[in-house]
């Protein structure tokens, strides 16, 4: 079955960066898009960014320029490089898959189907 592992989480002050990484087993990696989604506390989860299997990428707003997504097909890995890290970034980052080859919106969370267990991420002030 597929399985998504997250890690690299931790806490950092703000100004630091992180590299979170997602480790992908039980698919074709290389055949499907990855994206990363976030959770804060009391808040809904919601898009961070993406990466298309023809490697164009997908970007909140709220991190554009600051983070970047990225994969390593031949480890089966994807990572969230996220720098200038800020408090409000804080949250629980969860890396998914989608079940089909082709995504209509990159952005939207029912697109995907295959979700990682999360990482904590802590910014302080």
């Known amino acids: 079955q597929v399985q998504l592992v997250e890690s690299g989480g931790g806490l950092v002050q703000a100004g630091g960066s992180l590299t979170l990484s997602c480790a992908a087993s039980?698919?074709?990696?290389?055949?499907?898009?990855m994206g990363w989604f976030r959770q804060a506390p009391g808040k809904e989860r919601e898009f961070v960014a993406a990466?298309?299997?023809?490697?164009?990428?997908y970007y909140a707003d709220s991190v554009k320029g600051r983070f970047t997504i990225s994969r390593d097909n031949a480890k089966n890995t994807a990572y969230l490089q996220s720098n200038s890290l800020k408090p409000e970034d804080t949250a629980v980052y969860y890396c998914?898959?989608?079940?089909?080859?082709?995504?209509?919106?990159?952005?939207?969370?029912?697109?995907?189907?295959?979700w990682g267990q999360g990482t904590q991420v802590t910014v302080s002030s």
């Open positions: 039980g698919l074709t990696f290389s055949d499907y898009a």
């Open positions: 990466l298309s299997r023809g490697r164009s990428t």
């Open positions: 998914a898959a989608p079940r089909s080859y082709y995504l209509n919106n990159y952005y939207q969370m029912n697109e995907y189907h295959y």
